[in-house]
T-cell receptor, first 114, second 116 residues
Framework: GAVVSQHPSWVICKSGTSVKIECRSL??????MFWYRQFPKQSLMLMAT?????????EQGVEKDKFLINHASLTLSTLTVTSAHPEDSSFYIC??????????FGPGTRLTVT | AQKITQTQPGMFVQEKEAVTLDCTYD???????LFWYKQPSSGEMIFLIY??????QNATEGRYSLNFQKARKSANLVISASQLGDSAMYFC?????????????FGSGTRLLVRP
């Protein structure tokens, strides 16, 4: 089946720094990818839709200047958390739309901001 | 209003027995899709089963079946012959057809614990 990878799988960063998370579709091209965040014991909340070659579409309440999304190619989308704060600590999951419009999820990235 | 509602925060089931996880949804779009995902402690989202709003029959995938009751707007997941490895969080999700971006809306999840 289709595979989506994320890198890194976990990261610890200091408050005020920026961290980049990569999402790759390994065996298919994905014009659309999604970024979710999940707090402990909660559901997945969609942050933004990443479209190859165009600007991301952010969900209401998500700061686009804080969570920078770049979908530079058909197999790679990146999420950069800028000026990270402890409240940004969360589990970030990406997904990609495959050929049959199914959604394939990455394994997630656990971010801890100290 | 909640689009996807999962009213069971936690469920227990005895190994080898069947269990039903509830999911109700709310949409005015006649075209939509319903999904169930399993999330073990590792965090990965594992696709289990899909039901389209126009599908005439209930979806089945191995030990998973979806009890789709359109008039009641419910899409309960039935796991037969539970195994210890089924212990995980289970999320119901909906994709509305009018939204061509294929966004998924997730329910709050149900934590299933299979007892030996």
């Amino acid at each position: 089946g289709a595979v989506v990878s994320q890198h890194p799988s976990w990261v610890i960063c200091k408050s005020g720094t920026s961290v980049k998370i990569e999402c790759r579709s390994l065996d298919f091209q994905a014009t659309t990818m999604f970024w979710y965040r999940q707090f402990p014991k909660q559901s997945l909340m969609l942050m933004a839709t990443s479209n190859e070659g165009s600007k991301a579409t952010y969900e209401q309440g998500v700061e686009k200047d804080k969570f920078l999304i770049n979908h530079a190619s058909l197999t790679l989308s990146t999420l950069t958390v800028t000026s990270a704060h402890p409240e940004d600590s969360s589990f970030y999951i990406c997904s990609a739309i495959g050929r049959a419009y199914e959604q394939y999820f990455g394994p997630g990235t656990r971010l801890t901001v100290t | 209003a909640q689009k996807i509602t999962q009213t069971q925060p936690g469920m227990f089931v005895q190994e080898k027995e069947a269990v039903t996880l509830d999911c109700t949804y709310d949409t005015s779009d006649p075209s939509y899709g319903l999904f169930w995902y399993k999330q073990p402690s590792s965090g990965e989202m594992i696709f289990l089963i899909y039901q389209g709003s126009y599908d005439q029959q209930n979806a089945t995938e191995g030990r998973y079946s979806l009890n789709f009751q359109k008039a009641r707007k419910s899409a309960n997941l039935v796991i037969s012959a539970s195994q210890l490895g089924d212990s995980a969080m289970y999320f119901c999700a909906m994709r509305e057809g009018a939204d061509s971006s294929y966004k998924l809306i997730f329910g709050s999840g149900t934590r299933l614990l299979v007892r030996p």
